[in-house]
Nanobody, 118 residues
Framework: QVQLVESGGGLVQSGGSLRLSCAAS?????????MAWYRQAPGKQRELVIGSTSGGSTDYADSVKGRFTFSRDNTKNTMYLQMNSLKPEDTAVYYC???????????WGQGTQVTVSS
């Protein structure tokens, strides 16, 4: 069974940095269609932070452009979200997501809390 395990969340002061990791079990990295990070703040809908295709195209939400960076390490079946210059409004639960084509599936991490204090 495929699992996505997240780590790296925590409490940080405004202006600080965190790096989130999302490790995938199994061999789904071989059949990835898209990879993404979402976040959900209290009382708000889940929103897309970063989306990346298997071809390497990556789109960032306007609110994180220039501050967040997506990367992946295929040798470790792991994707990352480097978050710099964090702001209190970045406070949310962050979820990683992988979609595959063969078979068509949608996988989610368990979520990791990021709290940015002012």
């Amino acid at each position: 069974q495929v699992q996505l395990v997240e780590s790296g969340g925590g409490l940080v002061q405004s202006g600080g940095s965190l790096r989130l990791s999302c490790a995938a079990s199994g061999s789904i990295f071989r059949s990835i269609f898209t990879m993404a990070w979402y976040r959900q703040a209290p009382g708000k809908q889940r929103e897309l932070v970063i989306g990346s295709t298997s071809g390497g195209s990556t789109d960032y939400a306007d609110s994180v452009k220039g501050r967040f960076t997506f990367s992946r390490d295929n040798t470790k079946n792991t994707m990352y979200l480097q978050m710099n210059s964090l702001k209190p409004e970045d406070t949310a639960v962050y979820y990683c997501n992988i979609r595959t084509l063969m078979p068509p599936s949608d996988y989610w991490g368990q979520g990791t809390q990021v709290t940015v204090s002012s």
